[in-house]
């Protein structure tokens, strides 16, 4: 069982920045790709970035050169750094984690811009 936190949601203004913290149980090395997901009010979940254990990643054209993903393994934490924030930005963001054959998620974290 591998529990997943996040954390670092918040209010902010269009254009500022936040990071969002995905705070693991268990060894990152042991989870083979952590994934930044986020979902709007009245919209499916969508892939906003990917990270595998090789550190290799991966961000959706929407956020490209805006988001970037990030892992501190002495920490089991992944991280989303999200800079020049857009209203089209607000979601409740969510983490995902693949072990093994079994996926995990966190319990998400609400981002709203203000415009």
């Known amino acids: 069982q591998v529990q997943l936190v996040e954390s670092g949601g918040g209010l902010v203004q269009a254009g500022g920045s936040l990071r969002l913290s995905c705070a693991a149980s268990?060894?990152?090395?042991?989870?083979?790709?952590m994934a930044w997901y986020r979902q709007a009010p009245g919209k499916q979940r969508e892939l906003v970035g990917s990270?595998?254990?090789?550190?290799?990643?991966n961000v959706a054209d929407s956020v490209k050169g805006r988001f970037t993903i990030s892992r501190d393994n002495a920490k089991n934490t992944m991280y989303l750094q999200m800079n020049s924030l857009k209203p089209e930005d607000t979601a409740v963001y969510y983490c995902k984690a693949d072990l093994r054959s079994f996926t995990y998620w966190g319990q998400g974290t609400q981002v709203t811009v203000s415009s």
């Open positions: 268990v060894s990152l090395f042991s989870i083979r790709n």
């Open positions: 990270i595998s254990n090789l550190g290799s990643t």
